[in-house]
């Protein structure tokens, strides 16, 4: 009999330092999981900023041609020296930028591009004869382009340290 109650007592504390073990695992594992969580939230805020460079390669080519298009009428056409219909032309375009540019997302490079296209149609809406011969418009896109295109490469990178990767990478598993 009392080597029964040997082998229940050691069958007992093994299966207690089971238990306990295992409660260990899983405290060290829910702390993990939250460190993991929180790393989760940051890649996934960055996120959209990496897309913003898929979507800037269907989105500058538009915004360029419009800018181009309405630049070219400034210079070379009579009808934009015409005050009131100039200024129309530079306001439907202005219009029709911040449109193409609306679906560029995260953080504050949105308020960043409509801040340039502002300051374009400003410029541009200006009475003085110089700024119509200026391709402000082209350029407010060409600034705009490389502005998200940086943002979006400032992106990878961070992604890429908190998922300890090659930025290269990125694009392949993130996507």
Request: glycine residues 4%; charged residues 30%.
């Amino acid at each position: 009999m009392p080597e029964e109650e040997i082998e229940n007592q050691a069958e007992l504390n093994k299966k207690e330092e089971d238990y306990t073990r295992a409660l260990r695992q899983e405290r060290k594992g829910e702390i993990v999981e939250s460190i993991s969580e929180k790393t989760q939230a940051e890649i996934g805020s960055l996120l959209p900023l990496i897309k913003n460079k898929k979507r800037l390669v269907l989105i500058l080519p538009l915004a360029l041609s419009f800018a181009l298009a309405s630049d070219a009428a400034d210079i070379f056409l009579v009808i934009p020296a015409i005050p009131i219909v100039g200024d129309i032309l530079d306001l439907s375009t202005a219009g029709i930028l911040a449109m193409i540019f609306w679906p560029i997302k995260g953080g504050n490079i949105k308020f960043k591009i409509m801040v340039i296209d502002a300051v374009a149609m400003f410029i541009e809406l200006l009475p003085f004869v110089i700024t119509d011969e200026l391709p402000t418009f082209t350029i407010a896109v060409i600034i705009t382009g490389l502005s998200v295109y940086r943002k979006a490469n400032k992106a990878k990178k961070e992604v890429a340290e908190l998922k300890k990767v090659d930025p290269d990478e990125i694009s392949e598993k993130a996507l």
